[in-house]
C-alpha cells in the first residue's frame, strides 16, 4: 500500500470515527433530554366519551380532587406554548393525574358531548354557552359536584406556576383567597 492511500485510509478512517462519536454525544444529549417531557396528548389528558356527568362519578371512584378542563382551540399560539412548555413536562403529568381528571376541549367543535348535569350539546355550546369561554386557553376547575371553582384564562407564566395552581385547587385555596393573593404569599415565604 503506497503512503498516499494509506494517508487517505487513516484520514477516513479519523473521519468516520469523529462522525460516529458526534452521533453517539447527539443521542445521548436527546434521549437526556426526552426524560423530561411526554407528549400531553398521550400522557397529562385523560380519554373520555364526552359525558362529563360520567366522568364525575369516576373521579370520585377514583379520589380525585376534582375535573380540570383545557378549553382550547387548534390555532392558539397560548394553547400550543402550554402543551410544548408546561403540560408535556412529567412533574406536572404527575401531580395533576394523581388530583385530577384532565379533559380538552375544543372551543369551535361540534362534538356532541354530555355537560356535568347530564345535558346534551356540543362542546362549542359547552364552552361558549355554558362556561362563557371566549379567549384561550382557558383551565378551569370543576369539583366532584360539577361547580367551577376556579378558571384561569391564557398561558401560566411557567411550570411552577402551573403546579401552583394546581395546588391551590386541590388544597381548596379557592375558598379563602384569590389564586393571585395565594400566588404572592408564595412567592414571599419562597424567597425568605
Not at 433530554?33 to 400522557?43: I, M, R, V
Not at 366519551?49 to 380540570?68: H, M
Request: charged share 25%; proline share 2%.
Amino acid at each position: 500500500m503506497s503512503i498516499g492511500i494509506y494517508s487517505k485510509f487513516i484520514t477516513t478512517n479519523i473521519r468516520i470515527k469523529s462522525v460516529t462519536f458526534l452521533v453517539l454525544c447527539f443521542g445521548l444529549v436527546l434521549s437526556s433530554f426526552a426524560g423530561t417531557s411526554k407528549n400531553p396528548e398521550e400522557h397529562f389528558f385523560d380519554a373520555t366519551f364526552g359525558d362529563f356527568s360520567e366522568e364525575l362519578e369516576t373521579a370520585k371512584e377514583q379520589g380525585k380532587q376534582g375535573i380540570l378542563i383545557f378549553f382550547e382551540m387548534d390555532e392558539c399560539p397560548f394553547c400550543h406554548w402550554m402543551k410544548t412548555n408546561v403540560l408535556n413536562q412529567i412533574a406536572v403529568q404527575e401531580y395533576y393525574k394523581k388530583n385530577f381528571l384532565i379533559f380538552s376541549v375544543d372551543i369551535e367543535g361540534d362534538v356532541e358531548m354530555t355537560n356535568f348535569q347530564g345535558k346534551a350539546m356540543t362542546q362549542k355550546d359547552f364552552a361558549f354557552k355554558e362556561n362563557r369561554v371566549r379567549a384561550t386557553p382557558v383551565i378551569a376547575f370543576f369539583d366532584l359536584q360539577g361547580k367551577r371553582v376556579m378558571r384561569f384564562t391564557g398561558r401560566t407564566g411557567s411550570v411552577d406556576e402551573f403546579l401552583l395552581l394546581g395546588q391551590y385547587v386541590a388544597d381548596k385555596e379557592y375558598e379563602k383567597t384569590k389564586f393571585s393573593k395565594y400566588k404572592r404569599a408564595h412567592k414571599a415565604k419562597k424567597s425568605q
